[in-house]
């Protein structure tokens, strides 16, 4: 097997270039269970968990190796929430923001807050350059993306004018190590409430309806935090798993998206 | 390929396949069984190890992305012979029962006192969250780490 040790982009994207089928190693918390588990033999591995220019943070960009363990102290309130919230300690040292984007799981964390944010993804190809891709047209299924087999996914650009006021929860069985059965961020900016929701649909979900309904009022009563709620559980596509069922996806949809709300109007 | 770390402040190179996991050639190659193999899938921390300052599950540690890196396994802990004072604590407490979590503990236990010599129990109940002991001995471990952040040398 090929392994690269990739500690600056062109060095991983020469690598790719010429191996497509290598796969990138960021913080193993998903490649290695597979490889220890399945028996999976990756063809070749592109190693960027000390790759340079993957590593950098400013207020417009999250470099894709940016480890969850830094990200807890991140000025963006639901993500320094939610980063707090994957895994253990031990899983967030290795487990990066880059990772959870190509991983794709409907289940991941930091997808509602990509999408609530309406961030974009940032890809490079050596051969055919940078691209921007909106966070809805790069999500397309479980575990799917429309990631190109040449391209590394280099960072989360995030927009200009940032939400201020943001909340993230989940529902999960336990509180350590858990692997979320809803989980949901409401963002309040200047054209009002924005509300993304994972694990109810095959890729991260905005509630649309339920951000027109609640953004079209000028006070938010008890009525109205529950025709939101009942819009936010009709418009989510979750199904029943070993995690939980349909029908209690629905319910903690609603009920989380209303408390962010609350949330936001009492931060 | 050949890997070479610092272990536990050694050089060592191992002739390993890269896709391996750190843990398995702590083990199998480099004659350090005292991280232990439980789950394989990074959920129960008895494979903890300190990467590059990191404490961190070494069986999701591909071994290819170690070359150069700096680990300290359990292995690592006691100086020269001496228990370190983490060690020291929980045989104090008496927290160990089939003992196969206790080096995952005493690795996250001495990453935790590195950075804070005094942490207080949310501190020390969430650095834990990621080492299960299926004897749920947590109590004895709780009342180990209190008396040594009580202590704080």
């Given amino acids: ?267 | 390929m050949i890997v070479t770390l610092t272990l536990n402040g050694e050089e060592r190179s191992a002739t390993v396949a890269g896709w391996e996991s750190l843990l398995t050639v702590l083990r199998d190659n480099l004659a350090l069984p005292g991280s232990k193999n439980a789950c394989e899938q990074g959920e129960c921390g008895s494979c903890s190890v300190i990467l590059d300052g990191e404490n961190v599950n070494s069986c999701l540690v591909m071994i290819g992305d170690c070359e150069a890196a700096a680990i300290t396994t359990v292995e690592g802990i006691a100086v020269e012979g001496e228990l370190h004072p983490i060690q020291e604590a929980i045989l104090e407490e008496g927290g160990v029962q089939c003992g196969f979590c206790t080096p995952g503990f005493v690795v996250t236990a001495a990453h935790l006192f590195a950075g804070d010599p005094r942490p207080n129990e949310a501190a020390i109940r969430e650095a834990f969250s990621g080492n299960i002991c299926r004897c749920t001995g947590y109590g004895a471990l709780l009342r180990a780490f209190d008396a040594l952040a009580e202590d704080g040398s």
């Avoid at chain 1, 993957?54 to 990200?71: H, K, N, Y």
């Avoid at chain 1, 961020?185 to 339920?210: T, Y």
């Avoid at chain 1, 938010?220 to 935090?225: D, F, G, K, T």
């Fill in chain 1, 1 to 267: 097997m090929h392994f690269v040790d990739a500690r600056d982009l062109a060095v991983a994207l020469d690598a790719k270039a010429e191996q497509p089928e290598a796969e990138f190693l960021a913080g193993g918390t998903d490649l290695m269970v597979e490889v220890n588990l399945s028996h999976h033999r990756p063809e070749g591995v592109i190693a960027v968990r000390r790759c340079e220019e993957l590593l950098e943070q400013d207020s417009r960009r999250i470099g894709a190796a940016v480890t969850w363990a830094r990200l807890e102290r991140s000025p963006h309130r639901a993500l320094a929430q939610l980063a707090r919230t994957i895994g253990s300690p031990q899983i967030r040292a290795a487990g990066t923001m880059g990772g959870n984007v190509a991983t794709a799981s409907p289940a991941g964390d930091g997808l509602p807050w990509i999408a609530a944010v309406d961030a974009e993804i940032e890809v490079v190809s050596r051969d055919r350059g940078r691209r921007i891709i909106p966070w809805s047209d790069f999500f397309v299924g479980v575990k799917d993306t429309t990631l190109a087999l040449d391209e590394i996914i280099t960072a989360v650009v995030l927009p200009e004018q940032m939400p201020v006021s943001q909340e993230f929860a989940k529902v999960g069985q336990r509180n350590a190590m858990v692997i979320a059965t809803v989980n949901c961020v409401v963002v309040r900016g200047d054209d009002g409430f924005r509300v993304a929701l994972g694990s109810v649909a095959p890729v991260p979900i905005r509630a649309g309806r339920a951000e027109q309904m609640i953004n079209a009022e000028t006070s938010i009563s008890e009525a109205v935090l529950e025709e939101f709620a009942r819009l936010v559980a009709e418009e989510v596509r979750p199904i029943s798993d070993h995690r939980s069922t349909e029908a209690y996806r629905r319910h903690a949809s609603g009920v989380l998206a209303s408390r962010l709300v609350q949330r936001c109007l009492s931060a």
